[in-house]
């Protein structure tokens, strides 16, 4: 009796979620203002995962070059990348379908969980917020800068559901990976580089 008391409260939380996405995506679909559309249009072609690894390899490099002989800042192109591999296996894994194809602002062909865009957004972010924090001994202080690029993360994920090409879950997901991803590479990379032994 137990195994099927779960099994239909895991049901019922499946049902429950499925009609927030439905709620959220119909509320996006409906509230369509044209700066918005267009906003939203932007972040769909240049926030891919390629253009964005292409962002992080251009950080990077600067900020290597900026505070050498440190090569932490090198984790944001790893992040970037490790996320998209991650994505594309889990989309290839769980495969589910996007919204329907009428209400879908941009062409969209792969499964739609997670949201790549948003997933890509949020590691790059991330990422390098991480590495900031670790070039500072961990001490955070918060900058407008911050700020930017965490409404950008914000903004990439909402631009999805404004297209209607994600579920409000897909976008939940994706920045959940890219955020997991962010802070494990950036620290994993730091140990790795502190475990070096000295050339001087």
Known sequence: MEPLTQHLSAAARVDALGSIDSS?????VDQRPG???DVSKFFDAYGTSEMLL?????????????????????????????NAVVVAVIKDVVDRERPEMSQRLV????????????????????????????????????TVQDAALILFAFVAGVARLVLGVHWLSDVLVGWFIGAVIGVLIARLTSKILSCRPSTS
Do not use: C, N, Y
């Open 35 to 37: 700066w918005l559309v």
């Open 24 to 28: 959220v995506h119909d509320f996006f």
């Open 107 to 142: 062409e969209a062909t792969s499964a739609s969980l997670p949201s790549g865009h948003t997933a890509s957004a949020a590691a790059l972010v991330v990422s390098i917020l991480t590495v900031r924090s670790l070039t500072r001994g961990g001490k955070r202080r918060w």
């Open 54 to 82: 292409g962002v992080a390899v251009i950080v990077a490099l600067v900020w290597v070059v900026r505070t050498r002989p440190s090569l932490l800042p090198l984790a944001i192109p790893v992040s970037v990348f490790v």
